[in-house]
């Protein structure tokens, strides 16, 4: 098997353990309030499950094979590093506010610092990186609109179903910090 396949299979995995730590370790952490989740978890697991298994299927067929594998697959791992950074940075700056479900904890407040200055979302943006380099790792441009589009219905459904859930739970005080920051890209969405 090729090396660069296999480094990239075992970053995937890698990371797929790291999400499910930090679950199980935030749920044992955690008074839940109330949950607005609507399901958007298992929406976006499945999307998640979609893409990746579109994306690695895809990689194994020449249909949209990439000829520069070695420039696609570090641009991919580049990618990938740099959105593990964000999430990781984006986890370490909520603490005990991060949670992997749609809910409202004790003691829960609106977290400004950060990356969270800016975007609303930076959590959700390191993850979306994740995938992009991933599938460019994959050097198949078919891998990385599949994992892309998959991944991007996921998180759009996860977004829109945390914040109506967030409005509910803050009011003005959110309506007025998605005024002065974008979801996902500073200045742009």
């Not at 607005?36 to 697991?45: F, H, M, P, T, Y």
């Not at 409202?104 to 609106?110: A, D, P, Q, R, S």
Request: net charge positive; glycine share 6%; charged share 20%.
């Amino acid at each position: 098997m090729n090396i660069k396949l296999i480094i990239i299979i075992s970053f995937t995995y890698l990371y797929g353990f790291f999400e499910i730590f930090m679950s199980v370790r935030q749920r044992r952490k955690r008074k839940i309030i109330e949950s607005g989740d609507r399901l958007s978890i298992w929406i976006l697991a499945i999307f998640i499950a979609i893409g990746y298994s579109l994306s690695f299927s895809i990689a194994s067929i020449k249909i949209g094979r990439i000829c520069h594998w070695d420039t696609f697959f570090a641009i991919g791992s580049i990618l990938a590093i740099v959105g593990l950074i964000i999430r990781v940075n984006s986890i370490l700056t909520l603490k005990q506010q991060f949670t992997y479900t749609v809910t409202k904890i004790e003691n829960h407040e609106l977290i400004e610092s950060g990356l969270y200055k800016i975007i609303r979302h930076p959590g959700y943006l390191g993850q979306l990186i994740i995938f992009l380099g991933i599938s460019a790792s994959l050097s198949n441009w078919l891998s990385i609109l599949a994992m892309m589009i998959s991944v991007l219905i996921g998180y759009t459904y996860r977004i829109k179903t945390e914040e109506k859930f967030m409005i509910e739970q803050m009011g003005t005080k959110y309506i007025d910090y998605q005024k002065r920051t974008k979801r996902l890209i500073p200045m742009i969405y």
